[in-house]
Every structure is written in C-alpha cells, then in structure tokens.
C-alpha cells in the first residue's frame, strides 16, 4: 500500500536527504524509522504526506501516485492519513473536543457524527473527561493523547507519527505508544519516526533503519540497534 521506487529528494540547499531509495510498506504493518538526527526520517514520512515532492522517482500511497496528485486532491489524499508530531501541534485557543472535532468540520460532518466520532476517539485516548479543557491545561501526555485522537478521527488507513514521545518521559511514552499498537491492531498502518531505544527494543516491530539517506536495515521484529 506504500511504495517507494528509486526515491531522491534533494533540498533546495543541495542537501541530499534522501538517496535512490526503494520501499515496500504493506496495510496493516507497524513500522519503526530509527536513524540518528539527520538521517532522513522526517523527510520520508513528508514525503508520504505529500507535504514535499520528490527530486527522483515515484511514490504510491494507497494506489494512488503521490507525485501525480493535483493540488486539489491534496486535502482529500490527506484524510487517508492522520499526522502525529513531537509538538502535538494542538490549537491553543480551542479546547480538547474542538481540537479534534477541527479534522471533521473541515470535510462538512454531520454535527451529530461528528459528536459520535470525537467522543469516540477521545474514549479510545481516555480522555472523555478533558472535552473543556486547553491544550495548556493538560500535560504533555495528555496533549500528545489529543493529538493521536485527532489523527484517528477521520478513521485514517496510515497514521505517520514523527517522534510521538520526543517529549515525553519514558512511563507517558509507553502509554502513547501502546495506544498506537491499539490503532494498528485495528488494521490501520502506523508508521513511527523515533530515537526511542527502549521501545524499539520493546515491542519488536519491523525496523527500517535511515543513515545519510539511505535505508542501511530492514528488519522484521527488530531492535533500536543491529545484532549481529
Ligand atoms: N527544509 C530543508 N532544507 C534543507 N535541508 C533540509 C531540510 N529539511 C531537512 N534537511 C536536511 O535533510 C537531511 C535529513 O533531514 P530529516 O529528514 O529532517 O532527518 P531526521 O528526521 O532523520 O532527523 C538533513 O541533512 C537535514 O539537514
Ligand atoms: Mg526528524
């Protein structure tokens, strides 16, 4: 459901982030994108999102060839998908349900499925509690739970999560990511940018591995670092 052929994205700067890369990430999978700061993660998972455009080659998303997209298919593309970053990105004027309810307002739900929808993924985060709350109101972990309801509102097939527990302490960030295992188990892709030794190491998922650009492993069931 998620290919990369022949992949380069070079920056405006000349910087090569990301070299002739080949990938094959199939539904359902929970993938881990480990790699040192640098290495191209964050560029790979903008390059599904369709946030940049690659120098070289063809990406498919969902059958579709990402860089054939028109601008106005953008926002529909998009809903395919729900984007989970290391600064939650909440908006700071609403509260807990309108930050999740924004995702759903913007394609014109039903009020009513919207109020189901929001409550349900804020059950699915355990935060049906905070509807009223800030986003300043609430902690880091409970900011990054609101974020991860939000990504699933829209019943997304891929959730791409850039460093979900970058800011998080060890205890809150096992917690977000079983939750994420609790999304993938219920058939949605999760693909996880992290530094996150311990929890790569815990669950044992498949491991990509990004050095200057280039996949240097994949690994079924892996760790953070490469046993001989
Ligand atoms: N907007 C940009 N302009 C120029 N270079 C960039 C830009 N974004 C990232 N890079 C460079 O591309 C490489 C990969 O960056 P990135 O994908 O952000 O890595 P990671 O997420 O693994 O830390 C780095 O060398 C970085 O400096
Ligand atoms: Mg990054």
């Given at each position: 459901m998620i290919e990369f052929i022949s992949v380069?994205?070079?920056y405006p700067n000349g910087a090569e982030a990301l070299k002739n890369t080949n990938l094959c990430i199939e539904k359902g999978e929970f993938v881990f994108l480990v790699?040192?700061?640098g290495a191209g993660k964050t560029t790979i998972l903008k390059l599904l999102y369709?946030?940049?455009l690659p120098t070289r080659?063809?990406?498919k998303v969902l059958g579709r060839d990402v860089v054939k997209l028109k601008k106005r298919e953008i926002p529909f593309f998009r809903r395919n998908m729900g984007l989970v970053f290391q600064d939650f990105r909440l908006l700071a004027d609403r509260?807990?349900?309108e930050n999740v309810a924004f995702a759903l307002r913007v394609i014109e739900t039903p009020t009513r499925e919207i109020e189901k929808r929001v409550m349900e993924s804020l059950e699915l985060v355990g935060l049906k509690g905070k509807?009223?709350?800030k986003p300043s109101e609430l902690s880091g972990g409970e900011q990054q739970r609101i974020s991860l309801a939000r990504a699933i509102v829209n019943q997304p097939a891929i959730i791409l999560a850039d460093e979900p527990t970058g800011n998080l302490d060890p205890d809150t960030s096992i917690?977000?990511?079983?939750?994420?295992?609790?999304v993938n188990l219920r058939g949605t892709t999760v693909i996880m940018a992290t530094h996150d030794q311990e929890i790569v190491d815990r669950l044992r998922k498949r491991v990509i591995e990004v050095e200057d650009g280039e996949i240097v492993r994949d690994q079924l069931k892996g760790g953070y670092r490469h046993e001989a």
């Open positions: 380069t994205k070079r790699g040192s700061s369709r946030e940049l080659g063809t990406i509260n807990v349900y509807v009223k709350s917690d977000i990511v079983n939750l994420l295992r609790v």
